[in-house]
């Protein structure tokens, strides 16, 4: 297939171009580099099967190539990002995704959206199934962010509604992986350079806040499963182990050998309480799962974070 990949010069974006291409597909990867950035796919430069688009999807997008499949990627994604950009979040979300629909729509190729945990915001329900509505501050600073992607998922539903486009939703929850940016703001990139800084460990409020930690491997592998399902409906792609935050900084210190101290701040505005996701509807349609333990993974994220700290 010929696959636009808008923000694909990301974290997630750049792990998917190299999936695709690995899997025979030709790529074209937009991004308008504003939390992307090129050396994510400097790898790729010179492959047939990539190109590389500086676009931002705001703006009309114009591809005169025939496309099989649309995945719509760009967007700030952690809360530095669009704590700093809340107006081109909310942009990237409706007038973005608007856009990538457009696309799919004129060329009648399918479409997914990468959509995010945040749609659930600070759950009542835990572990949260798609079928749970969510509890959003929509005038909250987080909601620039959660409502961009609630907004998101009710336009590509109408797009397949009306237009009869082949929609894939994949609720994203927190993932982490080598090419993560270390001022990203999250929790896992945090805690790696504070360590490697020889910095106390940050937690906010008292650490009893759960999340989950999804490689960024296995979310690769459950996104390509989720384009090659029959599935239009939204579909929960994380990994359901739950930590509180306490417990995941004492297991950083561990893989790191360290014996960073912990510190404490006070916890940020509507941050959310829990958060794990239920895959049943994953396991059951998609047969996937997270192969990747916790240990593993931040083994590999540790190793390449060194070398990008050296650099």
Request: charged share 25%; aromatic share 8%; with cysteine.
């Amino acid at each position: 297939m010929r696959i636009l990949l808008t923000g694909g010069a990301g974290f997630l974006g750049s792990h998917l171009c190299d999936k695709l291409i690995g899997k025979g597909h030709n790529v074209i990867c937009m991004d308008n580099l504003i939390t992307g950035n090129k050396k994510n796919i400097k790898h790729l430069l010179g492959n047939s099967d990539f190109s590389f688009v500086e676009h931002d999807v705001t703006t009309f997008i114009e591809i005169n190539d025939d496309i099989d499949f649309v995945l719509h990627f760009a967007s700030p994604a952690s809360p530095v990002d669009y704590l700093t950009y809340p107006i081109k979040t909310l942009k990237v979300g409706s007038l973005g995704t608007h856009n990538s629909l457009g696309v799919a729509k004129a060329h009648n190729a399918k479409f997914l959206l990468a959509s995010t945990s945040e749609v659930y915001g600070d759950p009542l329900v835990n572990p949260q199934p798609e079928s749970y509505w969510g509890n959003v501050n929509p005038i909250g600073p987080r909601g620039v962010y959660d409502e961009a992607k609630r907004f998101a998922e009710a336009i590509t539903l109408a797009y397949h509604r009306v237009h009869g486009i082949d929609v894939k939703i994949a609720r994203i929850f927190n993932t982490y992986g080598e090419r993560m940016r270390r001022k990203d703001g999250r929790v896992v990139p945090n805690f790696m350079d504070q360590v490697l800084k020889d910095e106390p460990l940050t937690v906010y409020g008292d650490g009893s806040q759960t999340r989950s930690f999804c490689y960024v491997s296995d979310l690769a592998e459950g996104i390509v499963k989720l384009m090659n399902s029959s599935l239009n409906e939204p579909v929960n792609i994380g990994n359901p182990a739950e930590y509180t935050v306490m417990e995941f900084a004492e297991k950083i210190k561990e893989v790191t050998g360290m014996k960073s101290e912990i510190v404490f701040e006070k916890l940020p505005i509507n941050d959310p309480k829990l958060r794990c996701p239920d895959i049943s509807l994953a396991k059951e349609k998609l047969n996937w799962e997270p192969k990747v333990s916790l240990d593993e993974g931040l083994s590999r994220t540790l190793k390449w974070v060194k070398e990008d700290f050296k650099g």
